[in-house]
């Protein structure tokens, strides 16, 4: 056998292992072959491959892998059962950019399922292989090892420390310097996975200078990268009230506001979560919002807007309602009541109604006026029902019985409270009956209206237990009227009594006070 014929032997065998791992590449991209290359015994197969003399069957041997850890947990469990992570991790430093590439997208896969896959990687070395990957000439191999990052850490504060301690954050905030958009992307997003699990690690990523950089790029044309630079900064600026100062401090007001009228929805929403986390630390917070037009903005992005989007500025206006009578007011003033009444009875998910319900029980919660101003919008009966529907779930009635509850010890507005008094349950009659016996003694057209109305008759029924609470309010509305008013002969006649001029009945002495 000649020399030229053994060699055909070698090239034919490895034109097959070609021609194998770019086929199971191709077919792990559909899931539908995902469960018969399984049933096959790929996974051992690939392994060798990894190991190959040929650069791109490694190459492409790795990004079959990846394919199929990437598809579900059993698969990315095989991947670290089958002792593939050391060779990817020591190929990681060796090989060519493609490899790199490759592999950490391997890594990636394995590790976005689960905070125990995620700790695998950990424990082989990979963190720090891929630190220095971020650190390489390619920016697409800067961008896989970005991703990589991001997915081990946002799992856990641990995972995240152990991701800050191999090196990762001073290089990711480069990262967000470079030119490539891409690039910039994803490792703003590692560093928002970072940053949102404790003030430790958020202050890891303050300390690297990331909010200067991050705050230069709110404005940047491309959506996607401002979708994660303001979550990068809402996930700094949670934690505590230095931090969100932090951000104030980098000049993000007005500018931030812009986003909150942006064609694109994440970032509208990432926009309004950005000012939430903003507003909830601290009145002045708040009112350096209100004073930059915020609550305005973003009840015109609530308004202009429906679902989930719609969330993080319904719980913004209700946290600055919640701060003061002043920033409430400032709510009311701004118009932000319609649109939340307007949440109430558009959007279909339980936990939006139940936020808009506590931002109107926020609103509502200070003085007389303010609960007027929720009361006028005719929102108590749609709370009232919510709050009754069996079809509720247990938050939206617990926060619809909480704002009643709000609006309803401050509300002084009679017109509104007394439809209340034929549909509400004890627990909350109670409050809309207290609310009546501060109001009669010292308003006798309330009082003569509260008989035409009916309202009377109505406490009449009213079951108290003696004693109660309850009892006692009844007493002091009945103690507005004469006993023949009162009792329940003379209460059918009342209506009649009432539709007779003024100038041909005299009311008893002590009724016309």
């Known amino acids: 056998m000649s020399q030229r014929q053994v060699l055909q032997v070698f090239e034919q065998y490895q034109r097959a292992r070609t021609q194998f791992v770019q086929a199971v590449a191709e077919l792990a991209s559909r899931p539908q072959n995902i469960d018969t290359l399984q049933n096959a015994g790929v996974m051992s197969l690939l392994r060798p491959l990894l190991l190959d003399v ?32 050391p060779h990817l991790v020591c190929s990681l430093s060796e090989q060519n ?21 995620a700790q695998a990687i950990v424990q082989c070395g990979a963190l720090e292989m ?45 990262c967000i310097q470079e030119p490539e958009i ?23 990523v303050v300390d690297a200078g990331a909010i200067a950089h991050l705050a230069q790029m709110i404005l940047n044309p491309d959506a996607k990268l401002k979708r994660q630079v303001l979550s990068a900064l809402s996930q700094i600026a949670k934690h505590s009230v230095d931090l969100a100062e932090l951000v104030v ?5 007005p500018v931030v506001l812009t986003c909150l009228k942006d064609s694109d929805e994440y970032v509208k929403k990432n926009g309004a ?52 009578e002043n ?70 009635q617990m926060k619809t019985k909480k704002a009643l509850k709000n609006i309803l010890q401050k509300c002084t507005y009679l017109p509104a409270l007394e439809p209340l008094l034929h549909d509400a349950p004890p627990n909350i009659v109670k409050h809309i009956v207290g609310q009546f016996s501060k109001v009669l003694p010292h308003d006798s057209k309330a009082r003569r209206l509260f008989v035409t109305t009916g309202g009377l008759k109505k406490v009449q029924e009213i079951k108290a237990e003696p004693g109660s609470l309850l009892q006692e309010y009844i007493n002091t509305i009945n103690n507005c009227y004469p006993e023949e008013i009162v009792s329940a002969s003379y209460l059918h006649q009342a209506g009649s009594i009432f539709s007779v001029p003024t100038a041909t009945f005299s009311l008893p002495c002590s009724w016309r006070c």
Not at 193 to 198: E, G, L, M, V
Not at 249 to 253: C, D, K, L, V, W
Not at 328 to 347: D, F, N, T
Request: hydrophobic share 50%.
């Open 273 to 324: 979560t950005l000012i939430r986390e903003i507003a909830k630390h601290t009145p002045e917070l708040s009112q350096l919002i209100v004073n930059a037009g915020g609550v305005a903005a973003v009840i015109d992005c609530i308004g202009s807007c429906r679902g989930t989007v719609r969330l993080p500025g319904i719980m913004m206006l209700g946290y600055v309602a919640a701060h003061s």
């Open 54 to 85: 040929v650069p791109t069957i490694q190459q492409t041997a790795a990004l079959a892998l990846g394919r199929l850890a990437n598809y579900n947990d059993a698969l990315a469990e095989a991947v670290v059962k089958g002792n593939i992570l």
């Open 97 to 117: 950019r493609f490899y790199k590439k490759a592999a950490a997208f391997v890594l990636r896969a394995v590790g976005k399922h689960s905070p125990q896959l």
């Open 249 to 253: 401090e980098a000049e993000i007001f």
């Open 130 to 174: 891929l630190v220095i990957c971020l650190e390489d000439f390619d920016p697409g191999v800067k961008e896989a090892a970005s991703w990589a990052l991001g997915y081990i850490a946002r799992h856990n504060s641990e995972l995240s420390q152990a991701v800050v301690d191999a090196g990762a954050v001073p290089l990711l905030v480069l």
């Open 182 to 204: 891409a690039l910039k992307r994803i490792a703003a997003s590692t560093l928002s996975d970072i940053s949102k699990h404790s003030p430790e690690l958020a202050q890891t």
């Open 327 to 396: 920033l409430s007011m400032a709510v009311i003033v701004s118009k932000g009541i319609p649109p939340l009444c307007a949440c109430l009875v558009e959007e279909h998910e339980d936990h939006i109604k139940a936020a808009a319900a506590w931002a109107l029980g926020q609103v509502g919660r200070h003085t007389p006026e303010h609960a007027r101003a929720v009361a006028v919008a005719n929102v108590l009966p749609t709370l009232l029902a919510m709050y009754m529907d069996t079809r509720s779930s247990e938050d939206l």
